[in-house]
């Protein structure tokens, strides 16, 4: 294919220098915005008079007939074109001949594939945001399941205090929604449309930017053109935003690995999001949770490749932008694949509560609910801690727990117990005594659940 550009040099690149800068290869997915941008740039060329409103229908029809036949698969995207706007503007000409090298009066490939590239980051973004819906979803809807189902609570991966998990499972939802809120963000600051701005320094065209930017549903046009074409600041914030989803995925899979392993034996993973070994006929592997975990990294790789990318450039356009789509193809599709085998993996797991409670019951995690029994009691916390401590070391010498051991002895301790202590450390009342705002009672585990609701 003859090249566009050619004019002041022959055109005639090595073989290999246009497979190296080609992108087709990648930007190829882009072909609806940019066919969606290029109508929107002919009706702006015709509105403003810089164009006719015969050739603008020419040029209209063609792009129209163009993407139908994409969609349609009868018209092939050329991986030797050297990238989707190339291609597509060749095969218009081809198609209506001479007006359709009307078309690219006035832009030029550097706003036209930053407007092409914030109108597919639009979409992703929405589309990330109804998947984090869903699994907060799911999370809420399995929180509600075992809403009264009591575990222990980990501090440095050590049994620490009685908590519901339900109360455990939704942190995870308030780190998705505070994801949500971070990716509406991320969309305010894609939503400016850059086209127009040409190669770099604006046109001597007397265009309409506003009216193109609100005929492709942008909410507002850049002021700077240099900006406008060296801006990816917007790819940066949603490789972060992902970057920091696939962050709370992959811990929440941790838990989910350790959860369903013999030593713990929380929860089950259904058959259907496990795999065997080829070896050992007794294995059942988390490789979804595993494979969650680590495409997180994937994730900052991509984060880390665009800001790279950005660091030292100069005003405006360079070619190493061209680099910046591959980042966030592979993280967008990345963490929607991820937040989609999440969600059904979940929605499927068993919760063991038994398993739950019986590890609650080992690990003396009701020794501060002891401590604050004697507080209650009129003993300073200090001084209540330590007592406690000797109780414990106590029960440990003796092989038993602070659930078992008689009032007799407790009085050994101290003069304040009563029979009341029982019911004081029993994991129950110790969960449901959490009354404090956000703490693990049920109470304050229903409010979570209404709250979650109403944002979703
Ligand atoms: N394929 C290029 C990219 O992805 C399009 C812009 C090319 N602009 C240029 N001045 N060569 O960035």
Known sequence: MGKMW????????????????????????????????SIAHAEMLSFCNIISVKDKESIVNGLQEILADIESGKLKIDMNAEDIHMFVETVLTE?????????????????????????????????????????????????????????????????????????????????????????????????????????????????????????????????????????RDFCVEILSDISLIMVHLSRFCEELILWSSSEFNFIKISDAYTTGSSIMPQKKNPDMAELVRGKTGRAFGNLITMLTILKGLPLAYNKDLQED???????????????????SMLKDITVNKESMLNASKTGFINATDLADYLVKKGIPFRTAYKLCGNIIAYCIKNNTVLEDLPLKTYKEFSDKFEEDVFKAIDLKTCVENRISFGGTSKQSVIKQIEYIKKII
């Open 95 to 231: 198609k209506i001949g001479d007006t359709g090298k009307k078309l690219h009066t006035a832009r030029s490939r550097n706003d036209q594939v930053a407007l092409d590239l914030r109108m597919y980051l639009k979409n992703k973004n929405i589309e990330i945001q109804n998947n984090i819906k869903n699994l907060v979803n799911v999370i809420t809807v399995l929180a509600e399941e075992n809403i009264d189902a009591v575990m222990p609570g980990y501090t440095h991966l050590q049994r620490a205090q009685p908590i519901l998990f339900s109360h455990q499972i939704l942190s995870y939802a308030f780190m998705l929604l505070r994801d949500l809120e971070r990716l509406k963000e991320c969309y305010k600051r894609t939503d400016v449309s850059p086209i127009g701005a040409c190669a770099l320094a604006g046109t001597t065209y007397n265009t309409d930017r506003k009216f193109e930017a609100e005929l492709l549903g942008f909410n507002s046009v850049s002021l700077n053109s240099i900006d406008s074409v060296s801006d």
């Open 325 to 343: 789509k591959e980042t966030v193809f592979d993280s967008v599709d990345t963490v929607n694949k991820c937040l989609n085998i999440f969600a």
């Open 6 to 37: 050619a004019g002041r040099t022959s055109g005639d690149t090595a073989k290999i220098a246009d497979e190296f800068n080609s992108s087709i290869g990648i930007d190829s997915r882009m072909f609806k915005e940019d066919i969606t941008g």
